[in-house]
Structures are given as C-alpha cells and as structure tokens.
C-alpha cells in the first residue's frame, strides 16, 4: 500500500484528480487516505505498513482571503506537509512530495516550517518556479526540481479545435501572478475574437482573489469581442 495525503477537503474537485492520478499511476498498490486513517499510532501504523508515503497536490499557502471553513490557515499547511515528512521518517519509509506550490511566505513561523517541509523528501516535485523561488527565499535547501501537478497525468488528450459558437470554460485560481494572468488574458482575447462564448469559473470556494479576477477578465473580453 501506499499513504496517501493530497489537497485539503476544501477543494473537492482537486483532492479527486489528484487521488485519480495516483492510482492511476501506481495500479498494483492500494492508495490510502491519511484523512480516513485515523490519527497517531493508528497512522503511524498504517505508514510502517505502507511501501511509502506520497504527498501530492497540496499547496504550503492557502489562496488569498478570508478562510472559508475547511481551509486551512496560514501556515497549516506547511506544517502538515512537514508532519507527513516526519510520520514517514518514524515509520522508516521513503517520502514523495509531488505537484507542491506555494504563494509568497509571510512571516518567521511559516517560513520556517516551509522550509522544514522540504527538506525531508526523497523526491520532491514543484509545481512551478515560483514556488521554487518562495521556497529559496524562505531558506529551503537547492537546487529544486520544477514538474507539474499529478493530475496531468491522466489528462485526456484534448479534442480537435471545435465550431465557433461552443463555450469555452475557464476555471480560475486567484493565486494567479500579473504575469500569468495577462498572458492567459491574451490568449482568451484571440478565443473570444473567433466567436466562442467564455465563462469564467473559480477554482475552489470563490474568495476576493477569484472574484476581482473575473471582473477584470470580464471586461477585457467583453472589449476584445
């Protein structure tokens, strides 16, 4: 078996991909749910059982805004990661920390648990360079190897170009930088010059994040359409 900590409850859609890709990719082990484990020497248990223990999908920092219930604080998810990295150290098992990215680290305390976070891995996989970059700034030892969220692996691949005229869906994080967000709008602008309609969707629970983003992603549209 393998255990299993993915993203928080908070964002269902995510924590089901992410558990899909494991499976997918490790079919001849069963997948074990840390949250449905129990907690201490139940979970210590079930980590001295397993082949290894996977992190997978999680962000060290919540997205901006007020935390609806179920979302952790600041900080909490650095510390959960690290306590996974310190469950698999007692139970003598290796530790695969993969599609992990984090925002700006405020603070001394979540700086430091960060950086503990990521120093225990056997493997350790980001999500993006930023993160990378977060995670330097914060003390965290490098090099880092940068690849991309376990969900893309079972991916479908991506139909032809569709008719004009069928909706596209844009799914939004509000952790999203300047950057990155001007160059998606460029790209939606071209999608909605060849006359297909958008929508424009938040990622988890909608924050101020989410919301300013669509507002301004909305008028840009509306413009170039």
């Known amino acids: ?14 924590k ?19 949250a449905r484990s129990g907690s201490g020497r139940t979970l210590l248990g079930a980590a001295r059982r397993s082949a290894g223990v996977v992190v ?10 007020p935390a609806p219930a179920g979302r952790p604080s600041a900080g909490e998810s650095a510390r959960s990661v690290a306590a996974m ?12 920390v993969v599609g992990l990215s984090t925002g700006r680290l405020e603070g001394p305390l979540t700086r430091m648990w960060s950086a503990r ?6 493997l350790l996989l980001l999500g993006d ?7 330097a700034a914060a003390g965290a030892p490098l090099p880092m190897r940068v690849a991309a969220d376990p969900a893309w692996a079972v991916m479908p691949t991506p139909p ?13 994080d509000g952790r999203l930088d300047a950057r990155l967000e001007a160059d998606l709008t460029a790209g939606l602008e071209d999608v909605a010059r060849a006359g297909h309609p958008i929508r424009l969707m938040p990622w988890a629970a909608p924050g101020p994040g989410e919301g300013i983003m669509c507002g301004r992603l909305a008028r840009r549209l509306r413009a170039a359409s």
Request: no cysteine.
């Open 117 to 122: 976070a990521v120093r225990r891995p056997d």
């Open 160 to 172: 032809a170009p569709a008719p004009a005229g069928d909706t596209v869906v844009v799914v939004l």
């Open 85 to 96: 990295a310190m469950l698999s150290s007692a139970g003598r098992r290796p530790l695969a």
């Open 56 to 65: 997978a999908g999680t962000s060290l920092t919540p997205t901006p805004g």
């Open 1 to 14: 078996s393998v255990l299993l900590a993915g993203p928080s409850g908070s964002d269902p859609a995510g």
């Open 129 to 135: 360079e930023d993160s990378a970059g977060h995670l």
């Open 16 to 34: 089901r991909a992410v558990y899909d890709a494991v499976r997918t990719a490790l079919p001849d082990n069963d997948v074990v749910d840390v």
